[in-house]
């Protein structure tokens, strides 16, 4: 190769590089400036989360539900971490563009992905100009970035009758860049410790929950972890506490919704239309219960539910304080962010603790977990119940709405199914002697009446211990104590199944989450030495 050939094709590669630096550069300062302005502007939003909220909205079940298998409730952090990946290396192409001269088409293409996120944030609830502002004024900063780092067309030399090239020099390339970034990485910092202004940690620290009634204590909140748990090493506790609750929502971002602002409307087939605010709630009469929450992706064997004492006010009485009118059938609630389900009228009116939660395990709801307050409602999965940040309750006709996921595949209805989970041991490991084989079982609001372990599918089922309960609203522990001595030595395949309350047993067909949850018997394989 000559040397000209050899120049050319380095400095070709040198520009691309250049490129890359530039166009990640722009992305990152414009996305910094933009967590900036979100400090500064309470109520505002990041770029990356409408857009990436627009995207679990429309991410098909399939999807969801492999994300959910593989990442757990760490699959929102995959998503951001994924939409950031998407945003650099679309950051990275426009560079590319602009140090290779086709500087109008990296800017069209970082206005257009400026729109993008405009239009993300606009389609949102309550589209405003402070929600607008982090994603406008961080596509101009990306645009600014651009046109002084990028190489662009001036005057015509009078000499070659070519136009001169326009911008800075490599040396000055560097510093510019280290200049722009340092103080881009210290205006991103600034703008997430201004955002922890608003965030409701030191709100929640100072409310005081109001006692509740004594003649309501003993309707299922009352009552130790002690009194309940068989004290098995290995089965998850009987209240989870609030930081290992699973949690599973479509909100990319947990909203951050201080109670002084949260307002509740009831409407609808309703007589007397209603508004509440936190304080309304904190003066009603208080109810406290543990209840079992599911969701509907967890698998048979899964970790996607738990049990934990909730405190609020019944939402049957409320509701009755609204009026229900003919063809009620439906109670749409709605949250801050826009999320919608669908629960039954007549479950919610059925008698059962249906709440508006304030409380979680004796402490204000944490953020994830809904605060200011929630729906819990026994006995149907969270897709159809359990509305963290409800902002809004509309009642209807059955068949005159479809909340968030029942355009996508799922049931409309969503009672929790009779599932037993194997804890300890795990599967694969080695025991000899006597061998504690527990977990927990749950058929919420039918209550289990006996959980069965059966070893390598022959011969009869044999009854496990169970642990005590409240109410039929929580899941149970249960353990059966397997004696060795005299079993064969090898791999034994260990399975159980619950009895729900009614006397009817837990489904043994396999069967996958979608449309209306996962059934079948939870498998393990231990090994006898």
Excluded at 53 to 71: S, V
Excluded at 250 to 266: E, R, Y
Excluded at 361 to 388: C, D, M, W
Aim: proline content about 5%; hydrophobic content about 45%; some cysteine.
């Amino acid at each position: 190769m000559n040397s000209g050939l050899y120049a050319e094709v380095q400095e070709r590669d040198v520009s691309r590089w250049r490129g890359v630096g530039l166009g990640l550069l722009a992305t990152a300062v414009g996305l910094a400036v933009a967590e900036l302005v979100v400090g500064l502007f309470r109520g505002s939003s990041s770029p990356v989360v409408p857009v990436g909220q627009e995207f679990i909205d429309y991410t098909p079940k399939w999807l969801k539900d492999w994300a959910i298998e593989q990442f757990g409730t760490s699959d929102k952090a995959v998503l951001v971490a994924g939409a950031l990946i998407v945003i650099f290396v679309l950051g990275a192409v426009i560079g590319i563009l602009a140090v290779k001269g086709s500087t109008g088409l990296a800017y069209g293409l970082t206005g257009a992905i400026g729109l993008i996120g405009a239009w993300a944030v606009f389609i949102r609830p309550s589209p405003t100009l402070g929600k607008l502002m982090p994603t406008l004024v961080g596509t101009v900063v990306s645009l600014a970035v651009l046109w002084w780092l990028s190489p662009r067309q001036g005057p015509v030399d009078e000499e070659t009758g070519r136009p001169t090239i326009m911008g800075p020099d490599r040396r000055q390339f560097v510093q510019g860049a280290v200049g722009i970034g340092s103080v881009a990485a210290m205006a991103g910092g600034v703008g997430r410790l201004m955002q922890r202004r608003f965030e409701i940690d030191s709100e929640r620290a100072d409310i005081v929950l109001p006692d509740v009634e004594s003649e309501d204590a003993g309707g299922g909140g009352s009552g130790s972890e002690d009194e309940y748990s068989l004290g098995v090493e290995g089965i998850e506790s009987f209240i989870v506490p609030n930081d290992n609750f699973y949690r599973i929502d479509t909100a990319l971002v947990v909203p951050q919704v201080a109670k002084d602002t949260w307002k509740l409307s009831i409407s609808g087939l309703v007589d007397n239309e209603l508004e509440l605010t936190f304080d309304d709630l904190l003066a009603r009469p208080q109810m406290e219960r543990q209840i079992t929450l599911s969701c509907v992706s967890n698998p048979v064997g899964g970790e996607l539910v738990g049990n934990a004492l909730w405190q609020g006010v019944s939402l049957a009485d409320i509701l009755n304080e609204a009026g229900l009118q003919e063809g009620a059938e439906q109670v749409v609630s709605r949250s801050v962010d826009d999320w919608t389900c669908g629960s039954p009228t007549d479950v919610i009116m059925d008698g059962r603790d249906a709440m508006l939660a304030i409380a979680m395990n004796g402490e204000p709801l944490p953020a994830q977990h809904g605060y200011p307050v929630r729906i819990v409602v026994p006995g149907l999965f969270g897709y159809v119940s359990a509305t963290k940040w409800v902002t809004d309750i509309r009642l209807t006709r059955w068949e005159d709405f479809d909340a968030y996921w029942v355009p996508r595949g799922w049931s409309k209805l969503g009672p929790v199914k009779t599932m037993a989970r194997i804890d300890t041991p795990r599967s694969g490991a080695n025991r000899s002697g006597e061998v504690p084989i527990g977990g927990v079982a749950w058929a919420v609001h039918r209550g289990v009446s006996s959980v069965q372990v059966r070893i390598d599918g022959a011969g009869d089922w044999l009854e496990a211990e169970l642990g005590g309960v409240p109410s039929n609203d929580t899941w149970v522990q249960w353990v059966y104590r397997w004696d060795t001595a005299g079993v064969e030595p090898g791999r034994h395949i260990v399975e159980v199944r619950a009895i729900d309350g009614e006397g009817v047993p837990q489904v043994e067909e396999p069967k996958a989450v979608a449309p209306d949850g996962a059934q079948g018997y939870h498998r393990i394989a231990l090994d006898v030495e």
